[in-house]
């Protein structure tokens, strides 16, 4: 069987989300979501809208995702990827060869163009303004 890994917050989920998780697990037969924590989410300079244990409910509830665990630092991905015993990890091209040291094969995908949780935020802001 093979186990596809990949890693996000997943924040105010949009279809920019969907499409990665649904391109991730054509490749393979499981696929394990680490759903960034929200202190991690300080590091990486993001502070998430919905809280984690929500959003590991919406994510473990995607048709296409099989586990989701949380990932605690961005250092730890070659440890999550031997601990899922995943064969391929799959990231956005924001990331591009971010990821390249890890011990498993790595697939970058093209981000799905004009939608973002920066730009949703940015919106709603916006919006309530008028
Ligand atoms: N994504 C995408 N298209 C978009 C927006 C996001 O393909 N329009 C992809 C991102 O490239 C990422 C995944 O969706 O692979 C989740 O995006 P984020 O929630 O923004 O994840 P991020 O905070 O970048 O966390 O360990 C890596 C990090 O946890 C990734």
Known sequence: ???????????????GHLNILRKAKELGEYL??????????????????????????????????????????LELKDYYIKKYQADLL???DDWKDKFNWVSCPVKYFDRTPNISTTQIKEYISKETLI
């Open 1 to 15: 069987m093979k186990k596809i890994i990949t890693f996000g917050t997943f924040d105010l989920f949009h279809i």
């Open 90 to 92: 799959v990231m956005g």
């Open 32 to 73: 394990i979501v680490g759903i960034s924590s929200d202190e991690l989410n300080i590091i990486k300079g993001k502070k998430s809208v919905i809280p984690l244990d929500e959003r590991m409910e919406i994510i473990k509830s995607i048709k296409y995702v099989d586990e989701v665990f949380v990932e605690e630092s």
